[in-house]
């Protein structure tokens, strides 16, 4: 008999291809990561000699780290934000309606624009007399002239948040377009049997539509509360870690390429990577199906 | 480490295009066919590599030419250019030093001459220098010497200059520009409060630079020093400088590249910076540039002309010919080859004595055209040129410290907190890591 035996190995084989790049590209490097970050490593002769977990000590009294990973954690909060935006913006566009490709494609160009040009773009908007500025002056939400400029970017009060804007309107599309094909794989005959019973859109909404595309919201939490722990991208770009806005990220790219320190960065990227493993199983828990 | 180079650090010459990348991939195809070609050919004559930092292909003609000189009169060795990419350079001669097979120069900035002597890896070349260390600036040479040691041959430097708007020079009732850093503040606020229009836009991004220039110690016997009174009252004019609006909001986010936009746009009367942005202003600003007129950066209480980023030539440990070696070195920043180069690049300046009176820097001295006259003012400010930065090596964790000083300071001028609190915060901080 063909026993199990045979198609597990036939099994294996067809997943070599991505294993082999995997473990290229992505277990390799967090092992070798791991292994970095319980060593001082030498830049000349590349030698890791153990240091009796030196970094992590460093890390733990380092204020400038717990700072950076506060920063981190704090963008999390654009996950729900972003996360039931982009859910209810699918389900608007998800509508047999004309126009409707258009609005997708619109919702998509942040996506495909590249993050330094995006930048470039919204450093005018946040510029104290940028395009922002002159919105509120001009509805009287700030006063006039110099008084009411404000340095969106560079004033710690505003600043974080004003680059989670930036990353809400750069992903919004992204995780759309995720939704909208978790929402398409929903039969219409449900829907139709949920209007007859009597149901109205908002019920149908939390009743049907939420719990069908619940995998997708795992994915899509999953993706973005990564996505929000490694902020580095959004924050190098608009304000170089100025104005509290510096991050774990930051904190681990600093340590590895100014000080050329690469067994604490690796200790600084592991401790990331715990953060990001733990929420990762939170987000199981919670959205994942309980069987 | 050694602090990122800035843009500016980086004269604009040496950016990199698509078509230098095309470049590249040939290049590095011939240096491929020439490295099978070395390895082929019985060993004739020496091999003398040295590699430069983003100056190919640009200057490839300045380089073909003075190898061709070498070589003609040095039979017994080959000197051989490799140009690579800064970021680069560092991991590959570690690498090269580790392997027992270095180049026989290398071109440096300051801060990796401090770093590599101090690790020990790049060699003392006082020795080889003989009677030609006269030839170079002292300022030039107090840059590369390390405990007393010259390291590198001092090459290529750039030095800030004042480019000012007349018109609004002319609105605010200023006559002259400013002699001193202090009349450079006074002159920013009568600009402010007559025109409207900020006066210049300090690199405060790098504030060690600032404390460097104004003559105010960041150490001192292993502890930092920077809250004493002198400080305090330094940073309390960039703070007042910033309230009354002398200073644009966004300061420090003012790079290069903004400078220049903003000075293009009229939004501020100054620009302090190297001479080659006024190249920009010349293409891209025709009516400001008609109006500009140029001064030296006042020399601070350091003595110390601003703005200057000193490149250099080192020759890495275990090389085979130290001696040759250092040969090239020389001949390759002798006067001649210095303004040679500096003729190339069109904004940068040689660290010989006699280069920068050489008639290409000083005739521009009575020009109408900004950038000649840029020219003539930053060669004359080149005898006070010192590349401003704590040498590596000092500081246990350079990228937290740097980020503490610069967000206190950022603190303080911005107005959230009080100059010698912030101060006092930053100065904290540092010697609990100093004394570790």
Same mark, same amino acid.
Request: aromatic letters at 12%; glycine letters at 6%.
């Given at each position: /008999?063909?026993?199990?035996?045979?198609?597990?190995?036939?099994?294996?084989?067809?997943?070599?291809?991505?294993?082999?790049? /995997?473990?290229?590209?992505?277990?390799?490097?967090?092992?070798?990561?791991?292994?970095?970050?319980?060593?001082?490593?030498?830049?000349?002769?590349?030698?890791?000699?153990?240091?009796?977990?030196?970094?992590?000590?460093?890390?733990?009294?380092?204020e400038?780290?717990?700072?950076?990973?506060?920063?981190?954690?704090?963008y999390?909060?654009?996950?729900p934000? @972003?996360?039931?935006?982009?859910?209810?913006?699918?389900?608007?566009?998800?509508?047999?309606?004309?126009?409707?490709?258009?609005?997708?494609?619109?919702?998509?160009?942040?996506? @495909?624009?590249?993050?330094?040009?995006?930048?470039?773009?919204?450093q005018?908007?946040?510029?104290?007399?940028?395009?922002?500025?002159?919105?509120?002056?001009?509805?009287?939400?700030?006063?006039?002239?110099?008084?009411?400029?404000?340095?969106?970017?560079?004033?710690?009060?505003?600043?974080?948040? /004003?680059?989670?804007?930036?990353?809400?309107?750069?992903?919004?599309?992204?995780?759309?377009?995720?939704?909208?094909?978790?929402?398409?794989?929903?039969?219409?005959?449900?829907?139709?049997?949920?209007?007859?019973?009597?149901?109205?859109?908002?019920?149908?909404?939390?009743?049907?539509?939420?719990?069908?595309?619940?995998?997708?919201?795992?994915?899509?939490t999953?993706?973005?509360?990564?996505?929000?722990?490694?902020?580095?991208?959004?924050? /190098?770009?608009?304000?170089?870690?100025?104005?509290?806005?510096?991050?774990?990220?930051?904190?681990?790219?600093?340590?590895?390429?100014?000080?050329?320190?690469?067994?604490?960065?690796?200790?600084?990227?592991?401790?990331?990577?715990?953060?990001?493993?733990?929420?990762?199983?939170?987000?199981?828990?919670?959205?994942?199906?309980?069987? | 480490?050694?602090?990122?180079?800035?843009?500016? #650090?980086?004269?604009?010459?040496?950016?990199?295009?698509?078509?230098?990348?095309?470049?590249?991939?040939?290049?590095?195809?011939?240096?491929? +066919?020439?490295?099978?070609?070395?390895?082929?050919?019985?060993?004739?004559?020496?091999?003398?590599?040295?590699?430069?930092?983003?100056?190919?292909?640009?200057?490839?003609?300045?380089?073909?030419e003075?190898?061709?000189?070498?070589?003609?009169?040095?039979?017994?060795? #080959?000197?051989?250019?490799?140009?690579?990419?800064?970021?680069?350079?560092?991991?590959k001669?570690?690498?090269?030093?580790?392997?027992?097979?270095?180049?026989?120069?290398?071109?440096?900035?300051?801060?990796?001459?401090? #770093?590599?002597?101090?690790?020990?890896? =790049?060699?003392?070349?006082?020795?080889?220098?003989? +009677?030609?260390?006269?030839?170079?600036?002292?300022?030039?040479l107090?840059?590369?010497?390390?405990?007393?040691?010259?390291?590198?041959?001092?090459?290529?430097?750039?030095?800030?200059i &004042?480019?000012?708007?007349?018109?609004?020079?002319?609105?605010?009732?200023?006559?002259?520009?400013?002699?001193?850093?202090?009349?450079?503040?006074? =002159?920013?606020?009568? &600009?402010?409060?007559?025109?409207?229009?900020?006066?210049?836009?300090?690199?405060?991004?790098?504030?060690?630079?600032?404390?460097?220039?104004?003559?105010?110690?960041?150490?001192?016997?292993?502890?930092a020093?920077?809250?004493?009174?002198?400080?305090?009252?330094?940073?309390?004019?960039?703070?007042?400088?910033?309230?009354?609006?002398?200073?644009?909001?966004?300061?420090?986010?003012?790079e290069?590249?903004?400078?220049?936009?903003?000075?293009?746009?009229?939004?501020?009367?100054m620009?302090?910076?190297?001479?080659?942005?006024?190249?920009?202003?010349?293409?891209?600003?025709?009516? =400001?540039y008609?109006?500009?007129?140029?001064?030296?950066?006042?020399?601070?209480?350091?003595?110390?002309?601003?703005?200057?980023?000193?490149?250099?030539?080192?020759?890495?440990?275990?090389?085979?010919?130290?001696?040759?070696?250092?040969?090239?070195?020389?001949?390759?920043?002798?006067?001649?080859?210095?303004v040679?180069?500096?003729?190339?690049?069109?904004?940068?300046?040689?660290?010989?004595?006699?280069?920068?009176?050489?008639?290409?820097?000083?005739?521009?001295?009575?020009?109408?055209d900004?950038?000649?006259?840029?020219?003539?003012?930053?060669?004359?400010?080149?005898?006070?040129?010192?590349?401003?930065?704590?040498?590596?090596?000092?500081?246990?964790? #350079?990228?937290?410290?740097?980020?503490?000083?610069?967000?206190?300071?950022?603190?303080? =001028?911005?107005?959230?907190?009080?100059?010698?609190?912030?101060?006092?915060?930053?100065?904290?901080?540092?010697?609990?890591?100093?004394?570790?």
């Open positions: /008999m063909k026993n199990s035996n045979s198609y597990t190995a036939i099994a294996y084989l067809f997943l070599a291809p991505a294993l082999i790049l /995997m473990g290229i590209f992505t277990f390799w490097p967090v092992a070798f990561n791991t292994y970095l970050a319980f060593g001082n490593y030498d830049l000349g002769s590349g030698h890791v000699t153990w240091n009796n977990f030196e970094h992590f000590k460093y890390l733990y009294k380092e400038l780290f717990h700072h950076a990973l506060k920063n981190s954690l704090l999390l909060l654009i996950v934000v @972003i996360q039931i935006s982009a859910l209810v913006v699918a389900k608007l566009v998800n509508n047999k309606l004309p126009g409707m490709t258009m609005f997708r494609a619109i919702y998509y160009i942040p996506v @495909i624009a590249a993050v330094s040009i995006a930048a470039v773009v919204w005018n908007v946040y510029k104290y007399d940028g395009i922002l500025t002159w919105f509120f002056q001009m509805i009287h939400v700030l006063p006039e002239g110099v008084d009411g400029q404000i340095d969106w970017i560079g004033n710690p009060d505003t600043a974080l948040y /004003m680059v989670m804007v930036f990353t809400f309107w750069k992903g919004i599309g992204y995780y759309m377009v995720l939704y909208l094909a978790g929402l398409q794989a929903i039969s219409p005959e449900i829907e139709e049997a949920a209007i007859l019973d009597g149901a109205n859109a908002w019920q149908r909404f939390w009743k049907i539509t939420v719990p069908l595309v619940k995998p997708t919201i795992l994915l899509c999953l993706l973005s509360t990564i996505a929000a722990i490694k902020s580095f991208q959004e924050v /190098m770009v608009l304000t170089k870690g100025q104005a509290d806005t510096y991050t774990a990220l930051y904190y681990v790219i600093d340590q590895a390429f100014r000080n050329y320190n690469f067994g604490r960065a690796a200790a600084a990227g592991l401790v990331v990577t715990f953060f990001c493993m733990i929420l990762a199983i939170i987000q199981f828990r919670f959205f994942g199906d309980k069987n | 480490m050694g602090v990122l180079l800035s843009e500016e #650090e980086i004269p604009s010459v040496l950016s990199i295009t698509q078509e230098e990348d095309k470049m590249k991939l040939k290049k590095m195809l011939v240096v491929g +066919a020439a490295v099978f070609a070395v390895a082929a050919q019985a060993q004739a004559a020496e091999t003398l590599e040295f590699w430069t930092m983003n100056l190919a292909p640009k200057f490839e003609p300045f380089f073909k003075r190898v061709a000189k070498f070589n003609a009169a040095n039979k017994d060795v #080959e000197a051989k250019w490799v140009d690579m990419n800064w970021d680069q350079i560092q991991p001669l570690v690498a090269a030093i580790a392997a027992g097979s270095p180049p026989a120069l290398v071109n440096f900035n300051v801060p990796w001459v401090h #770093e590599f002597a101090a690790q020990g890896n =790049i060699l003392p070349v006082e020795q080889y220098m003989g +009677a030609a260390k006269n030839d170079y600036l002292p300022a030039a107090k840059d590369v010497t390390v405990k007393g040691q010259v390291y590198a041959f001092p090459f290529y430097n750039s030095v800030s &004042i480019a000012y708007n007349k018109d609004i020079f002319e609105k605010a009732g200023v006559k002259a520009a400013p002699k001193s850093f202090d009349e450079l503040m006074t =002159i920013g606020k009568q &600009i402010k409060d007559k025109t409207g229009v900020a006066a210049f836009a300090p690199k405060l991004s790098n504030f060690t630079g600032m404390f460097y220039y104004a003559g105010l110690p960041m150490i001192e016997g292993g502890k020093v920077f809250n004493g009174p002198k400080h305090v009252a330094f940073v309390q004019k960039f703070a007042d400088a910033y309230k009354s609006g002398v200073i644009p909001k966004d300061a420090f986010k003012i290069f590249e903004q400078e220049i936009a903003l000075y293009n746009s009229g939004k501020i009367a620009m302090t910076t190297a001479p080659q942005a006024l190249k920009r202003t010349e293409t891209d600003a025709k009516a =400001i008609g109006k500009t007129g140029v001064a030296a950066f006042p020399v601070g209480e350091g003595k110390m002309a601003f703005g200057a980023w000193l490149m250099d030539f080192v020759v890495p440990k275990g090389t085979k010919n130290p001696a040759a070696a250092a040969k090239l070195g020389l001949f390759l920043t002798n006067d001649e080859s210095q040679a180069f500096s003729k190339a690049t069109e904004t940068t300046f040689p660290s010989t004595k006699k280069g920068n009176l050489d008639p290409y820097f000083q005739t521009g001295a009575n020009s109408a900004p950038v000649d006259q840029a020219r003539a003012v930053a060669a004359k400010s080149m005898d006070n040129a010192r590349t401003l930065t704590i040498p590596p090596g000092v500081l246990p964790d #350079e990228a937290a410290m740097t980020k503490k000083l610069q967000d206190e300071v950022q603190n303080a =001028i911005e107005g959230r907190k009080p100059v010698k609190a912030a101060l006092d915060a930053a100065v904290a901080a540092w010697n609990e890591k100093l004394a570790k």
